[in-house]
């Protein structure tokens, strides 16, 4: 059974230009969340996601961020118009909808903006 | 979810026993302890839970206290490959709603 997959797994982009970071779940699993984790920083949680559905964006910036699970394909994280401080890892995680909780990750996507 | 406090590292010798503890003095009656590491800005990997009772599985032991206020992770035998930053998280954990809200962690250095 495949883990959690993320592509690409390095990211440069240039101030200005859009970000996208893609995460396939584990197979069976229909939950996804986001993390960021800033350069010596701990992770923070950004979006939860079910199939075609956001479920909590709390920890998502206001402007330029956004996040898709659609019903087929793996899910998105945008990030239009990147900046210097949009440089982190950004880590995918899926859990399965039958109850149980535990969270498996990807490997991240670690984006620079130059 | 309730606030965990972790010391902010420990040193343990390869082979022996690690015992990595949390303080979770305001959990409820219905949330779980959870506990992940990061080794070395790897995704991180989930190790254990547990509500109430002792779990053990093929990484760990978690051993949480009767007043629930408080719990220890144990690695019986430490590898050189376990010197991670280790996370306990407190949630709920009865299906549902699934964020999990990381803190600083214990940085665990295993050395020779």
């Known amino acids: 059974n495949a883990g959690v997959m993320q592509n690409p797994r390095h990211l440069v982009r240039r101030r200005g230009q859009e970000a996208r970071l893609r995460c396939s779940p584990m197979k069976g699993h229909s939950h996804v969340y986001w993390y960021r984790q800033l350069p010596e920083e701990g992770l923070k949680f950004m979006v939860y996601l079910q199939k075609e559905n956001i479920i909590d964006e709390s920890g998502m910036p206001k402007e330029r961020f956004s996040a898709e699970f659609p019903k087929e394909g793996p899910s998105i994280l945008r990030i239009q118009q990147v900046v210097r401080g949009d440089s982190a890892a950004y880590f995918c995680a899926s859990s399965r909808s039958d109850g149980s909780n535990e969270q498996y990750f990807g490997p991240g996507t670690r984006l620079t903006v130059t | 979810d309730a606030k965990t406090t972790q010391p902010p590292s420990m040193d343990c010798a390869e082979g022996r026993a690690a015992n990595l503890p949390c303080n979770h003095s305001?959990?409820?009656?219905?949330?779980?302890v959870y506990w992940y590491r990061q080794i070395h800005s790897q995704g991180p990997q989930y190790i254990i839970h547990g509500l109430k009772n002792n779990e053990t599985n093929e990484m760990a032991s978690l051993i949480i206290t009767e007043d629930r206020k408080s719990s220890t992770l144990i690695l019986p035998h430490a590898t050189l490959r376990d010197t991670a930053v280790y996370y306990c998280?407190?949630?709920?954990?009865?299906?549902?709603?699934?964020?999990?809200?990381f803190g600083a962690g214990t940085r665990l250095a295993v050395h020779p």
């Open positions: 305001t959990i409820s009656g219905n949330e779980y």
């Open positions: 998280i407190v949630r709920v954990g009865s299906g549902g709603y699934n964020k999990l809200i």
